[in-house]
């Protein structure tokens, strides 16, 4: 009489799938994507999963909420290499780059909180009295080539004068090139307060995107929790495996 797989020590594909709410090909793809370590074969070419299969497995999917799957693939392939610091140089860059969102995050509320109110002659609509460029820069304390630049850059779309072609700043561009002022004073470049400017324009003005930033935040605590969850058990696979 045969001895039952799960009993001895040995996992059969469908094994190692349940217990995870997994399907045996995606297991069998976790594998042939080295997200596992190789399985032995039968002598009738069956694969046969260990519990090193199931650590490895386990390791994998805490890593992917906080590295993205593909992130989460390069350091289960790195560790299965024996590149144990390259896998450590993917963990760090993925801190990084949640250092550096959470700073963008400060830099987006810092922005906002020195806005200031709106210009004179605004109303709930968000529509104010519209300026041409030069007394823009004066209330704003810029040169007037200064807002050509940031309107070269995408930050700012004034409309043009019909008759004349001089540029029109409504409202919300004004409310724009404040932002753009507050951010560039916090020391960033255009390329990064570009996609800001967007999320501004998207959430429908500053007053929105304010009542975002707490879902951000809060989606940014969690990454940095699913980070440490995910480093947790790599290490406990790492331990097992020495």
């Given at each position: ?11 059969r ?7 995870h ?23 009738a ?12 497995l ?18 289960m ?37 020195g806005l ?20 823009l ?23 043009r004068?019909?008759?004349?072609g ?9 409310r ?10 916090g ?9 800001l ?22 989606r ?6 699913a ?5 947790a ?10």
């Amino acid at each position: 009489m045969g001895r039952n797989p799960q009993t001895s020590g040995r996992l059969r594909p469908v094994d190692l799938a349940r217990r995870h709410g997994l399907s045996t090909q995606a297991v069998r793809n976790y594998e042939e994507a080295g997200i596992l370590p190789a399985a032995a074969r039968t002598a009738a070419g069956y694969r046969v999963y260990t519990a090193r299969h199931g650590d490895a497995l386990r390791a994998f999917l805490a890593l992917v909420p906080g590295h993205g799957h593909q992130t989460a693939t390069a350091i289960m392939r790195a560790v299965h290499g024996g590149a144990d610091d390259e896998a450590f140089q993917l963990i760090d860059a993925s801190h990084a780059r949640l250092l550096e969102d959470r700073r963008t995050l400060q830099a987006v509320e810092r922005a906002l909180g020195g806005l200031g109110p709106p210009a004179p002659g605004a109303g709930a609509s968000g529509a104010g009295r519209p300026r041409f460029v030069g007394p823009l820069a004066r209330e704003l304390g810029v040169r007037a080539a200064t807002l050509r630049a940031w309107e070269r850059a995408g930050l700012l779309r004034p409309r043009r004068d019909p008759v004349t072609g001089y540029r029109v700043y409504a409202e919300a561009d004004a409310r724009d090139a404040r932002l753009v002022r507050q951010l560039r004073r916090g020391g960033y470049p255009l390329r990064q307060i570009a996609p800001l400017i967007e999320q501004v324009r998207a959430a429908g003005g500053p007053g929105a995107l304010e009542a975002a930033l707490g879902d951000w935040r809060g989606r940014l605590a969690a990454r940095g929790r699913a980070l440490l969850a995910g480093a947790a058990e790599l290490e406990a696979y790492l331990a097992a495996r020495r």
